[in-house]
């Protein structure tokens, strides 16, 4: 069942249930892009047409509108044009994407799903990624290019994504998003909004600044970030798990210093981690539980790759005007938590069971399905909490993270130089992790 009249192409399958009609309406009311007479494609309508275009990424938006009408055949559905298409998606603008993404996001867990807490802290990292757009005028503008040992300019113009990440469901609570010369650390200051007393951020180095730094702690959430070779924090206290007490600014941290050697078939290799993190307490937050725990912050990698590859297939973005872009960056995220949210709520039906272990691919190929033939898109009298795409993961659940015996090897069916960006989740890189937290050097 599906709405009545010119409203019928507007569902997005059984993720629907996920993104209502109330939701959506509610968002068109709030930002003033409800339409005032009925059109052909009414705002409601391009609202679905965008996130199912989110899910059908290899598809132009003529393609995307036949699949939301496929099965609506018994139905009147008027005939659209391309150009129509494109003077709706004007029309109605960025900010309902963005309202709709800020009503949808956040860590899609309840207090007891399973990997998503660390001593009842909820585990979140924050990093960045880049977005290829198109090679247009006004993208040079704006964006520039970059440029390599051949020639000034080479490649297509790039947005900075960053994002705030849950990592026990890997959903994107929060992000910010421009031109990739302003730097991550800029854009992640504008996720402060998000941070809240009860979480430990992860952050690599690239954020581990005294100002960031103050700024996450200003924001009463803890953090665990990695520090850069350079940095020689002063030991101001020492503590019997190995860690020592510092200063960046006007935080007080604690530093950690440990080896960890990666043991495979292909021989060993021992790295040395420098962590520095809010959490005074080494009686209740000791050493090793911490540099274990920074794995985690592998799971933002994770995520970005089911956007980037899995529903983008790493395709340059559509828009070739800068308000189409951030309209399709909200409604990506969009369909991407709503992905989440599903695979959540199936695996919150089973007691225990991690949402790492669901596959986003599954959960992805059902909504697909079920959007193309218009199914679970209105509730029947009885609710089923799991629905199709629940199910579907749920009969293909991966098994709990094991650790390799061999590095992972990345196959290249293709040209070599489109995996040249890809980054390997290194937490399935191991076979024998060693971790040796080391004693602080005395100061001088």
Same mark, same amino acid.
């Given at each position: 069942?599906v709405?009545?009249g010119v409203?019928a192409?507007?569902?997005?399958?059984e993720l629907?249930r996920?993104?209502p009609?109330?939701?959506?309406?509610?968002?068109?009311t709030?930002t003033?892009?409800?339409?005032?007479?009925?059109?052909?494609?009414?705002a409601?309508?391009v609202?679905?047409?965008?996130l199912a275009?989110?899910?059908?990424?290899?598809?132009?938006?003529?393609?995307?509108?036949r699949?939301?009408t496929?099965?609506?055949?018994?139905?009147?559905?008027p005939?659209?044009?391309?150009?129509?298409l494109?003077?709706?998606?004007?029309?109605?603008?960025?900010?309902p994407?963005?309202?709709l993404?800020?009503?949808l996001?956040?860590? &899609?867990?309840?207090?007891r799903t399973?990997?998503?807490r660390?001593?009842g802290l909820?585990?979140?990292?924050?990093?960045?990624?880049?977005?290829?757009?198109?090679?247009?005028p006004?993208?040079?503008?704006?964006?520039g290019?970059?440029?390599?040992?051949?020639?000034?300019?080479?490649g297509?113009?790039q947005?900075?994504?960053?994002?705030?990440v849950?990592?026990?469901?890997?959903a994107?609570?929060?992000a910010?998003?421009?031109?990739?010369?302003?730097?991550?650390?800029?854009?992640?200051?504008?996720?402060?909004?998000s941070?809240?007393?009860?979480?430990?951020?992860?952050?690599?180095?690239?954020?581990?600044?005294n100002?960031?730094?103050?700024?996450?702690a200003?924001?009463? &959430?803890?953090?665990?970030?990695?520090l850069?070779a350079i940095?020689?924090?002063?030991?101001?206290?020492?503590?019997?798990?190995?860690?020592?007490?510092?200063r960046?600014g006007?935080?007080?941290v604690?530093?950690i210093?440990c080896e960890?050697?990666?043991?495979?078939?292909?021989?060993?290799?021992t790295?040395?981690?420098?962590l520095?993190?809010?959490?005074?307490?080494?009686?209740?937050?000791?050493?090793?539980?911490l540099?274990?725990l920074?794995?985690?912050?592998?799971?933002?990698?994770?995520?970005?790759?089911?956007i980037?590859?899995?529903?983008?297939g790493?395709r340059?973005?559509?828009?070739r005007?800068?308000?189409?872009?951030?309209?399709?960056v909200?409604?990506l995220l969009?369909?991407y938590h709503?992905?989440?949210?599903?695979?959540?709520?199936?695996?919150g039906?089973?007691?225990?069971t991690?949402?790492?272990r669901?596959s986003?691919?599954?959960?992805?190929?059902?909504?697909r399905d079920?959007?193309?033939q218009?199914?679970?898109?209105?509730?029947?009298?009885?609710?089923?909490?799991?629905?199709k795409?629940?199910?579907?993961?749920?009969?293909?659940l991966?098994?709990?993270?094991?650790?390799?015996?061999s590095?992972r090897?990345?196959?290249?069916?293709l040209?070599?130089? &489109?995996y040249?960006?890809?980054?390997?989740?290194?937490?399935?890189?191991?076979?024998t992790?060693?971790?040796?937290?080391?004693?602080?050097?005395?100061?001088?």
């Open positions: 069942m709405a009545e409203f192409p507007g569902h997005l399958g629907t996920i993104v009609f109330e939701m959506v309406d509610a968002v068109l709030e003033g892009a409800g339409q005032r007479r009925l059109r052909k494609i009414p409601r309508v609202v679905y047409l965008l275009a989110a899910l059908f990424e290899e598809c132009g938006y003529l393609a995307v509108w699949k939301l496929a099965a609506l055949d018994s139905l009147p559905i005939k659209i044009t391309g150009a129509g494109w003077d709706a998606r004007n029309r109605l603008g960025v900010r994407m963005r309202a993404f800020d009503l996001r956040g860590p &899609a867990s309840a207090i399973g990997g998503v660390w001593k909820l585990t979140v990292a924050i990093d960045g990624t880049y977005l290829d757009v198109p090679d247009s006004g993208h040079r503008a704006r964006l290019k970059g440029s390599n040992q051949y020639t000034a300019t080479s297509y113009p947005i900075c994504l960053t994002a705030l849950a990592c026990g469901t890997r994107v609570m929060d910010a998003f421009g031109p990739r010369t302003r730097g991550e650390t800029l854009y992640g200051e504008r996720l402060m909004r941070l809240r007393h009860g979480m430990i951020v992860l952050l690599d180095r690239g954020f581990a600044t100002p960031f730094l103050t700024a996450v200003g924001t009463h &959430a803890a953090f665990l970030a990695r850069s940095r020689k924090p002063p030991v101001l206290a020492r503590y019997d798990d190995g860690s020592f007490l510092s960046f006007t935080v007080e604690r530093i210093e960890i050697t990666i043991t495979t078939t292909t021989g060993r290799h790295g040395l981690y420098r520095a993190t809010s959490l005074l307490d080494h009686h209740r937050y000791p050493a090793f539980d540099a274990r920074y794995h985690e912050r592998w799971e933002v990698e994770s995520a970005y790759f089911e980037k590859k899995t529903m983008l790493r340059v973005l559509r828009s005007n800068w308000a189409g872009i951030a309209q399709e909200y409604t969009s369909a709503a992905l989440r949210i599903a695979i959540a709520d199936a695996t039906t089973v007691p225990g991690d949402p790492d669901a986003f691919s599954i959960a992805l190929q059902t909504a079920q959007l193309v218009a199914a679970g898109v209105i509730e029947d009298t009885v609710i089923d909490l799991t629905g795409i629940g199910r579907a993961v749920l009969d293909h991966m098994p709990a993270r094991r650790l390799r015996v590095p090897a990345v196959k290249r069916p040209s070599r130089y &489109a040249k960006s890809l980054k390997v989740d290194r937490r399935t890189y191991q076979a992790l060693n971790i040796d937290i080391l004693q602080p050097p005395i100061s001088p």
